[in-house]
């Protein structure tokens, strides 16, 4: 990914220091009205961020019992977690732009991009055993976006030949991995005879559940931007997208679960996978 992100903003900064002199020499010699129309392809560089929520909760009638808040001594209820999610994105682009009249352009864009955006959420929360028994326990959920792409329509304003300040919106997708893990103290152990469900912990404790899911979502993006026009075919821009890719769920089970019982579980049910992206660009027009 950062070899990506630095070959990508090398043909970023080589493309710009060779379109100065072309565009030095056609602004002295003077030249016709700039026209968007026409194909494009060129690369971006920018950076993601957003905050993503994980609830938590039992995932068979054991574990739902034992954090309820009710029975001797009581569990608490699980709460939930927000990870601060961000990182580096870089990528490429392509599209068409039609000018309709001397102010508007219309046109369409699709992009691909790598992304490493990543974040933590977890919770702390009491775990109520029966018989007097209880233990603090945690939750940790992780999700992670390696890649994501859209295809958008474009529409722009010219308020001078050289300037396009659009609107655009459209379908996203990309993939996404998720991961939770249960850990507790050393040797923790429960089980119900009534549910048929228990767990046995390791010597550490540490992942006594674990779970995992990856998946390639789709959902929509929608954002505005600038563009300049620096000569006759290369272009720079500054964009702000919103991209959202839905929610999901993925359950925790235990590693071993208490013999003869079948393995407890918790489930993270993760909000929207949301985030926020700003990025440069630099086009080149054929």
């Given at each position: 990914m950062k070899t990506f992100l630095i070959a990508a903003a090398?043909?970023?900064?080589?493309?710009?220091?060779?379109?100065?002199?072309?565009?030095?020499?056609?602004?002295?010699?003077g030249s016709p009205a700039y026209n968007w129309t026409g194909f494009y392809a060129g690369v971006n560089?920018?950076?993601?961020?957003?905050?993503?929520?994980?609830?938590?909760?039992?995932?068979?009638?054991?574990?739902?019992?034992?954090?309820?808040g009710s029975g001797f001594p009581p569990g608490t209820q699980i709460p939930s977690g927000t990870a601060n999610a961000k990182g580096a994105i870089g990528g490429i682009q392509f599209g068409y732009n039609f000018q309709t009249a001397p102010q508007w352009v219309v046109g369409v864009e699709a992009d691909f991009n790598g992304l490493d955006l990543k974040g933590t959420a977890d919770s702390t929360f009491r775990l109520g055993m029966g018989l007097g028994a209880s233990q603090i326990v945690g939750l940790v959920a992780n999700e992670k976006a390696d890649w994501f792409g859209?295809?958008?329509?474009?529409?722009?304003?010219?308020?001078?030949?050289?300037?396009?300040v659009y609107g655009t919106g459209g379908l996203a997708y990309g993939q996404i991995r998720q991961s939770v893990v249960f850990n507790a103290p050393p040797n923790f152990s429960g089980g119900s005879g009534t549910y048929g469900v228990g767990f046995q912990c390791s010597a550490t404790g540490l992942d006594c559940f674990?779970?995992?899911?990856?998946?390639?979502?789709?959902?929509?993006?929608?954002?505005?931007?600038?563009?300049?026009?620096?000569?006759?075919?290369?272009?720079?821009?500054?964009?702000?997208?919103?991209?959202?890719?839905?929610?999901t769920s993925t359950r925790a089970s235990a590693v071993t679960p208490q013999i003869p019982y079948a393995p407890a579980s918790f489930v993270a049910n993760f909000g929207d996978f949301d985030f926020n992206v700003v990025r440069a660009g630099l086009n080149y027009r054929f």
């Open positions: 090398a043909m970023l900064w080589a493309a710009v220091a060779q379109a100065q002199a072309p565009a030095r020499a056609q602004a002295n010699a560089v920018g950076h993601g961020f957003g905050d993503q929520t994980a609830g938590f909760a039992g995932g068979d009638p054991y574990i739902q019992e034992s954090t309820s859209t295809i958008r329509a474009r529409i722009g304003w010219v308020p001078e030949e050289k300037l396009l674990v779970g995992s899911s990856s998946r390639t979502a789709v959902g929509y993006a929608a954002g505005a931007g600038l563009e300049y026009a620096i000569s006759r075919n290369v272009t720079l821009r500054a964009e702000y997208l919103y991209v959202n890719l839905g929610k």
